[in-house]
């Protein structure tokens, strides 16, 4: 009955910018976002917009990425040149 929750349009392109810019492989993502027991397909998934991320999972991109949250989750935003960036997260 409700009304679809809109969904980004870039989410997708830039989880998989964050991951190629830092040079981690697809089925060692996981691991290196603190979610061993994700299954590595999932990463699969979330770049090709097939299943959108949950917020600690997107929470935790930008803490490897070391960008803000806003730079992955709003449409109107670029990610920045230098990925890893310098902010800190206190995970």
Sequence with gaps: MGHKR????HLGR????????????QPHMPAHLGLPGMHPGRISEYETGEREPALLTLVRYAALAGVHLE???HDKLELPDEIPG???YDL
Excluded: M, N
Excluded at 6 to 9: C, L, V
Excluded at 14 to 25: G, P, S, T, V
């Design 6 to 9: 809109p969904r980004q349009k």
């Design 14 to 25: 830039k989880l998989r910018q964050i991951r190629e810019a830092l040079d981690i492989r």
């Design 71 to 73: 730079y992955i989750v």
């Design 86 to 88: 310098e902010v800190r």
